[in-house]
């Protein structure tokens, strides 16, 4: 029977992963393509096959990598012609994975780390406790690797990370395994719906200069200074015509001196033009 047949509401923001991948000993490209064709297969039109060039750029790796994970997963049957995947399970013993999981630009090591912790948490507590070794050995990258891709997914936000002790046989403290919470938002599979409806909001708000409340404190400062000559140099700035409140005034026949300028104060030049 094949594991899409018995698959959670496809609504919803995540899709179903056998438990048995981690026995299939994939690189972390080849778990990483087989996730996103899952995704995709469950969520998305079945009937646009995904291209190597995408499929690189989706899960930042090179696209001889990607046509060679690709090849790899039809080798051993996991994969039919159509790019399908081809998962046996009885629809019990699975984990899921977030849909966004793909958008947030972290690559496949990430993604296939963040899968690993996903497949251990407690489903009850949501926490997990691997060491660093047992880790590596699930997703075939180096200790060093992992704990770079730990340290990634805790500052995006997926994880959390919490330092953990025990008492040895000899009564000293050692240091334990980690313990890692898996945070609410991802669980929920709505992390980067958040963050994308975010985007979309500052995308609408409309936009206001960055001088714009400088120029509305100046304006107000202006109303005040004791000098034209103060008010000549910074008025222009802000888009004001001093020229044409001059000649405004003169065809209204307010006096002016001999330049031309009016005799009264600079400041009701400033003010009137405010007005």
Same mark, same amino acid.
């Given at each position: 029977?094949?594991?899409?047949?018995?698959?959670?509401?496809?609504?919803?923001?995540r899709?179903?992963?056998p438990?048995?991948?981690?026995?299939?000993?994939?690189?972390p490209?080849?778990?990483?393509?087989?996730? $996103?064709?899952?995704?995709?297969?469950?969520?998305?039109?079945?009937?646009?096959l995904?291209?190597?060039?995408?499929?690189?750029?989706?899960?930042?790796?090179?696209?001889?990598?990607?046509?060679?994970?690709?090849?790899?997963?039809?080798?051993?049957?996991?994969?039919?012609?159509?790019?399908?995947?081809?998962?046996?399970?009885?629809?019990?013993?699975?984990?899921?994975?977030?849909?966004?999981?793909?958008?947030?630009?972290?690559?496949?090591?990430?993604?296939?780390? $963040?899968?690993?912790?996903?497949?251990?948490?407690?489903?009850?507590?949501?926490?997990?406790?691997?060491s660093?070794r047992?880790?590596?050995?699930?997703?075939?990258?180096?200790?060093?690797?992992?704990?770079?891709?730990?340290?990634?997914?805790a500052?995006?936000?997926?994880?959390?990370?919490?330092?953990?002790? $025990?008492?040895d046989?000899?009564?000293?403290?050692?240091?334990?395994?980690?313990? $890692?919470?898996?945070?609410?938002?991802?669980?929920?599979?709505?992390g980067?719906?958040?963050?994308?409806?975010?985007?979309?909001?500052?995308?609408?708000?409309?936009?206001?200069?960055?001088?714009?409340?400088?120029?509305?404190?100046?304006?107000?400062?202006?109303?005040?200074?004791?000098?034209?000559?103060?008010?000549?140099?910074?008025?222009?700035?802000?888009?004001?015509?001093?020229?044409?409140?001059?000649?405004?005034?003169?065809?209204?026949?307010?006096?002016?001196?001999?330049?031309?300028?009016?005799?009264?104060?600079?400041?009701?030049v400033?003010?009137?033009?405010?007005?």
């Amino acid at each position: 029977m094949s594991f899409f047949f018995n698959q959670p509401d496809p609504k919803r923001r995540r899709f179903p992963i056998p438990n048995g991948v981690w026995k299939w000993e994939l690189k972390p490209q080849g778990f990483a393509i087989l996730a $996103y064709l899952c995704y995709l297969h469950v969520h998305c039109n079945k009937n646009a096959l995904p291209s190597a060039d995408e499929i690189a750029s989706q899960l930042h790796m090179s696209k001889d990598m990607a046509v060679k994970q690709i090849a790899e997963l039809n080798r051993r049957g996991l994969l039919d012609q159509h790019m399908v995947p081809i998962l046996k399970s009885n629809g019990k013993n699975f984990f899921s994975l977030p849909n966004e999981l793909f958008f947030m630009n972290i690559g496949h090591g990430a993604i296939t780390v $963040y899968a690993y912790l996903l497949y251990c948490e407690d489903r009850r507590t949501h926490q997990c406790h691997p060491s660093y070794r047992t880790i590596s050995a699930a997703v075939h990258l180096t200790v060093s690797t992992v704990m770079k891709h730990i340290t990634k997914l805790a500052d995006r936000q997926f994880i959390t990370i919490e330092n953990t002790s $025990y008492i040895d046989k000899h009564g000293m403290k050692q240091n334990g395994n980690n313990l $890692y919470t898996i945070c609410s938002a991802w669980r929920n599979g709505s992390g980067g719906s958040r963050r994308r409806r975010s985007w979309h909001r500052a995308q609408r708000a409309p936009r206001v200069p960055h001088c714009e409340a400088l120029c509305a404190l100046l304006r107000g400062v202006a109303e005040s200074l004791p000098h034209q000559g103060l008010s000549r140099q910074i008025w222009p700035a802000f888009g004001g015509n001093l020229e044409g409140e001059r000649k405004s005034r003169i065809n209204a026949g307010v006096a002016v001196g001999a330049s031309g300028r009016s005799l009264r104060p600079a400041v009701r030049v400033v003010s009137r033009n405010l007005a």
